[in-house]
Every structure is written in structure tokens, then in C-alpha cells.
């Protein structure tokens, strides 16, 4: 098995307020999200909920990536997050660290292969950066694909299951360092307090919480908590 590193990313719509979209990208986003908010729900508060989840309408402010380094007594968890308001500096860190630090690493995320990974993709491709290797997926076999995904794995086959993060930490007595934060505040702690160090710190306890997990649905023997907490100094 090849190592693993634990991604997270954190995104904000690309203007904070809907009212501030051009009208040519006001109507591009209501031809958009016309069939998912249904006519009860306007675009101007759909984009407040949702612009940051579309990467053609969003941003990525952070990257956290952690991984296991080590063994038995000497194991550490390192942590490291890249964030930014200028999101090229970002994906061009990312795709550099990926294609030279991390190049024989499997990516692993919470629903990555559905959300972070492509949004990931399409963010390079529209900022022009190379795309690393491992998001590199045209013409690969499902086999050839460097990505693990512990939504996926829960799912045990069944495309209609959706579980959060939180909810398979919870289930797994997992205790999770969130404390502050949750992903709902992300945007306005973002476009109102500027705040992306606090943005950063809840990435990271998410990148933590998710490499738990993941030891617990491969049935590893959980790492020591005092591995995760230092690697938050």
C-alpha cells in the first residue's frame, strides 16, 4: 500500500454577495441552479448557501494535508495547510508539493472523489496550472486512479448513502477536535471577519478526524491522541 495523504480543502463563493456578480454571471448562475433551488428559493439567497460548493462560481481558500510518518514509538501525524486569498498561489503550491514531495502518495478525502478532487481539477484548469499527477484521470482505469475516498468506502456499494464526516467520527467514538467552527461559517467568517487562520486551524481538525477514520474503517489500530494534538502545535 502505497502512503496516504489526508486532504481537506475549504472553499467561498467568488464575490460575496450575488448582488455583486455581473449581470452576464448573475443569469449564468440562475440557468445553473434553476433545477436544484426550485423557484421557492431565489438565486440571491441560493448563491449565499451554495456558490462556494460550485467551483465556476467558487473559490479554494485553503488546503490542509496531513500524513503518518514514522513507526510505533516514533509515528507523528504532520499537518500542513496552504491558504491564501490569492487561490493561485494556492493550487500552484498544491500541484508543486503534490508532483514533488508527494508523488507516490495516495490522496485520500471524505467524499473527494465527488467533491474535492474534481473541484481541485476544475480550479487549476480555469487559474492555468499544470494539473499534478494525481488528478491527472483521463484515459486511467478505475485501478490507476491514485485517490481513496472513506465516504466511498462506508458506502459498501450503496450509491444512495450519503454520511458525513462527523457523523462516522461520532459512530466510531472518534472525539473530534472541532471547537470552534463548522463548514456553514466558512464563507462568512471568511468575506465578514478575513479571518483564514481560523479557517486553517478548522481544515486541519478536519484533516485529523478524517485520518482517523480512515484507521478505523481499515481496521488499523488507532494512532496515540497525543499524535494528533502535537501536530496542531
Not at 514514522?70 to 498561489?89: C, I, P, Q, T
Not at 458525513?164 to 461520532?170: D, G, P, Q, R, T
Request: hydrophobic share 40%; net charge negative; aromatic share 12%.
Amino acid at each position: 500500500m502505497n502512503p496516504i495523504l489526508f486532504l481537506d480543502i475549504e472553499t467561498v463563493s467568488n464575490q460575496p454577495d450575488f448582488s455583486e456578480l455581473t449581470p452576464e454571471w448573475q443569469h449564468l448562475w440562475e440557468e445553473k441552479t434553476r433545477w436544484q433551488r426550485g423557484e421557492e428559493i431565489t438565486p440571491a439567497e441560493y448563491y449565499k448557501d451554495r456558490a462556494g460548493i460550485l467551483a465556476e462560481f467558487g473559490k479554494v481558500v485553503c488546503v490542509s494535508l496531513g500524513y503518518f510518518k514514522g513507526h510505533g514509538a516514533d509515528l507523528e501525524f504532520r499537518v500542513k495547510s496552504l491558504f491564501n486569498h490569492d487561490e493561485k498561489l494556492i493550487l500552484g503550491e498544491l500541484s508543486e508539493l503534490l508532483d514533488q514531495h508527494f508523488s507516490n502518495f495516495y490522496l485520500c478525502a471524505h467524499n473527494g472523489k465527488e467533491f474535492d478532487f474534481p473541484y481541485l481539477a476544475r480550479r487549476m484548469v480555469i487559474n492555468r496550472i499544470s494539473l499534478p499527477r494525481h488528478l491527472q484521470l483521463a484515459g486511467k482505469k478505475p485501478w490507476e486512479i491514485p485517490h481513496l475516498d472513506t465516504m466511498e468506502m462506508w458506502k459498501f456499494g450503496d450509491r444512495k448513502n450519503f454520511t458525513s464526516l462527523k457523523l462516522l467520527a461520532a459512530l466510531f467514538g472518534i472525539p473530534t477536535p472541532k471547537d470552534d467552527i463548522d463548514g456553514s461559517m466558512v464563507g462568512p467568517t471568511y468575506w465578514l471577519e478575513n479571518d483564514l487562520d481560523r479557517i486553517a486551524r478548522y481544515c486541519e481538525k478536519d484533516v485529523i478526524t478524517l485520518a482517523r477514520v480512515y484507521q478505523f474503517l481499515v481496521g488499523e489500530k488507532p494512532a496515540d491522541e497525543s499524535i494528533f494534538q502535537n501536530s496542531l502545535l
